[in-house]
């Protein structure tokens, strides 16, 4: 935490009262910074008992390691706090006991103003003054005996609140210095980072069942909003869309004189029932069968072209190809979390095996109709150094004639600022250095705040009944933690700290451009596909292009991105009835 900036905050306050200005606030830790993170991670990923959702293009063992680290570290400085605080008390007990009475003196007699309110009393009329001054006489009769115990007492408060402010500052200066030496670790040039932590064996095993279970390549979806989201690809899932086109042969070479101008074909006449059922047989005759599997390999074979160099433009920047399972929120927190050991290979080793690879090869082959679960292919596009992941989700169905492909766009949005936190290095990391020990001030003044307040809630239980206070605050305690249950639903933790949707132009002009680029390059090996196999393909690219060119809105109707069948882009003014994306 910045104690300076703080302090500037506090100065601030009195400035804007003074100037008669609205108060500002004082800056504070938000939830993705610190220990509220920590203990989200922990409890959300690395204890939950439901399986980790993916988190694509972030490093999820490194982030579950430092936050085990950062878990131990704040042990170790309670530790050596509270072993710092009893030390200073059994060295100057009367200081420490001194210190506490006039906290609560100071709190009861100034901030609660029970004694400007007992010298209004006295004030108000000539009865209660004289019984105000016999009270103080009768104070200082009983106090004036012990005047040199005071003294002593008071010397001692000062001696011990001196050396517990240096010891603090100091537990709190080595706590700053050995996180900027973690974070010192994760700097770039540093080519294999720690991604298990030391003399932590459960945390180790966790943490590298997370990092197996990532590879299994399952997938979560929920609806939010009104649009269906793969948990763990991106906040900013656009809608599903893609065409769905009747299965018929394409023409022969004698109906090209009957074909209208623009490519429409001429409508059939209508027939009879017998006829007609003869015409469908008719339409089928000149397809080769397929199976939406082999559609599927023929889709991921072109497009993992795009990883390459190719001959025409630029490869498309970190672009992977793979297939996931995706299965509903309700059964995710049913799914294998654990992965099983090897029973022939080292101690500790953990098997690799995906528990769903065989339901994946089954959905592949059967029908679509009727299960929860489907296969899908995955085109993804890591840009901007990791800040923005762009995934194209593809599946095929084919039955009853009809062949559904459809795409289903997410995008990972960057990191929101306070999340973010980046390796200090030369002017600046001596500065941070330089500087650690007026922020260890701050943290020791912060501690004493919080020592107080807790002191003052703890003599509020003893004064207001300590019965009645401690049943509300174990009420209350149960009620919060009931909030806090885990319900199973998956969730991601690039998800958490990353923003619902890119706010950068350029970023949001690359976002839309990659997805435009893998659509269009599935649609064309659709196409190309259906064609090799005798399909009329007419409708299917009629329709594919009416998706890949659906305006993409840039944060205004202003200036719009459009892109072609194969995949370029031009700019068109946008209209007045332009749709949102997805």
């Known amino acids: 935490m910045n104690r300076i900036g703080q302090a500037r905050d506090l100065m601030g306050q009195w400035q804007d009262r003074a100037l008669g200005h609205e108060v500002r606030d004082i800056r504070h830790l938000g939830p993705l910074v610190g220990d509220e993170l920590v203990r989200w991670t922990l409890g959300n990923v690395l204890n939950a008992r439901k399986r980790p959702a993916p ?54 007699l100034f901030k609660a103003g029970l004694l400007r309110a007992l010298l209004r009393w006295g004030s108000s009329s000539l009865v209660p003054l004289l019984l105000v001054l016999a009270g103080g006489y009768l104070a200082w009769s009983e106090v004036r005996p012990h005047a040199s115990t005071l003294s002593f007492a008071v010397r001692d408060s000062v001696a011990a609140a001196v050396w517990a402010v240096l010891l603090l500052t100091v537990v709190h200066t080595v706590d700053r210095c050995t996180c900027l030496a973690y974070l010192a670790s994760l700097r770039p040039q540093r080519k294999a980072p720690a991604v298990h932590p030391r003399l932590a064996p459960r945390a180790r095993i966790r943490i590298a069942e997370c990092e197996v279970t990532e590879r299994w390549q399952s997938i979560p979806y929920r609806k939010e909003a009104g649009v269906h989201r793969f948990v763990g690809a991106g906040l900013d899932a656009w809608r599903a869309s893609g065409p769905r086109i009747q299965l018929t042969a394409a023409r022969r070479a004698d109906d090209a004189e009957h074909a209208e101008p623009g490519g429409v074909r001429p409508k059939p006449a209508s027939r009879l029932p017998a006829q007609a059922g003869a015409a469908q047989e008719g339409e089928m005759a000149g ?166 307040t807790g002191l003052i809630r703890t003599s509020n239980v003893v004064l207001g009944g300590l019965l009645g206070q401690f049943a509300q605050q174990r009420a209350a305690a149960v009620l919060d933690k009931a909030e806090q249950k885990d319900d199973g639903a998956p969730v991601s933790l690039r998800e958490h700290c990353a923003l619902d949707a890119p706010e950068d132009m350029h970023q949001v002009e690359d976002a839309a451009r990659h997805i435009s680029i893998l659509q269009s390059r599935m649609f064309s090996t659709v196409g190309a596909f259906l064609d090799d196999h005798g399909v009329y393909t007419g409708d299917f690219r009629r329709q594919a292009q009416e998706v890949v060119t659906k305006i993409f809105i840039n944060g205004d109707h202003n200036q719009v991105n459009t892109g072609p069948m194969h995949g370029g882009q031009t700019q068109n003014a946008g209209s007045d009835n332009a749709q949102p994306k997805g």
Request: charged fraction near 20%; glycine fraction near 8%; include cysteine.
């Open 287 to 452: 397809i080769r069968r397929f199976e939406a599997d082999e559609l599927m390999d023929r889709l991921r074979i072109e497009l993992e072209r795009l990883s390459g160099v190719l001959v025409e433009t630029h490869a498309l920047p970190h672009c992977d190809i793979f297939e996931v399972l995706t299965v509903p929120q309700s059964r995710w927190k049913k799914l294998t979390r654990k992965p099983h050991r090897e029973p022939g290979g080292p101690r500790g080793a953990l098997d690799d095996g995906w528990p769903e690879a065989q339901e994946m090869i089954r959905e592949g082959t059967r029908a679509p109709s009727g299960h929860h679960s489907r296969r899908y292919l995955a085109a993804q596009v890591v840009d901007w150094q990791g800040e923005i992941v762009v995934t194209v989700f593809a599946h095929a169905a084919l039955e009853g004639k009809t062949l559904h492909f459809v795409t289903r766009p997410h995008v990972m949005a960057p990191l929101q600022s306070e999340a973010r936190s980046e390796t200090a290095r030369g002017q600046e990391l001596v500065t941070k250095i330089l500087l650690a020990p007026v922020h260890a001030f701050g943290d020791t003044a912060a501690l004493a705040h919080g020592a107080h």
């Open 55 to 108: 988190s694509f293009g972030f490093s999820l063992p490194l982030v579950l390691t430092h936050s085990v680290a950062a878990h131990r570290q704040r042990r170790l400085r309670d530790i050596a706090t509270a072993g710092t605080v009893g030390l200073v008390a059994l060295r100057h007990p009367w200081g420490a006991l001194t210190l506490t009475v006039m906290a609560l003196l100071h709190h009861y």
